[in-house]
């Protein structure tokens, strides 16, 4: 069992900042990744970051997202800059543990004003 901590979510101005947290407590953890559902959608990869450091970012978001991660502490950061309205959304963190097992957070909102 992995249990996800998030924090950081909020409001903030188009072109502001924010920075995203999410600690996993249990099991070995593999890749971790931040997702995010905006009302009406699919929850969609934003980006991820294995054990080993190898980034993934979803075309919307590079250039102005950043993921890293500290494997002692089994944290993942999501620094998020030059925000969009259209960046508003839930944003989820999930750890893989093995090939068929993954975990997610509950999740934190993320609202950008224009």
């Known amino acids: 069992q992995v249990h996800l901590v998030e924090s950081g979510g909020g409001l903030v101005q188009a072109g502001g900042s924010l920075r995203l947290s999410c600690a996993a407590s249990?099991?070995?953890?593999?890749?971790l990744g931040w997702y995010r559902q905006a009302p009406g959608k699919q929850r969609e990869l934003v980006a991820s970051?294995?054990?080993?450091?190898?980034?993934y970012y979803a075309d919307s978001v590079k250039g102005r997202f950043t993921i890293s991660r500290d494997n002692a502490k089994n944290t993942v950061y999501l620094q998020m800059n030059s925000l969009e309205s259209e960046d508003t959304a839930v944003y989820y963190c999930?750890?893989?543990?093995?090939?068929?097992?993954?975990?997610w957070g509950q999740g934190t909102q993320v609202t950008v004003s224009s």
């Open positions: 249990g099991l070995y953890v593999g890749t």
């Open positions: 999930n750890a893989v543990v093995s090939w068929d097992r993954a975990y």
């Open positions: 970051i294995t054990r080993g450091g190898a980034t």
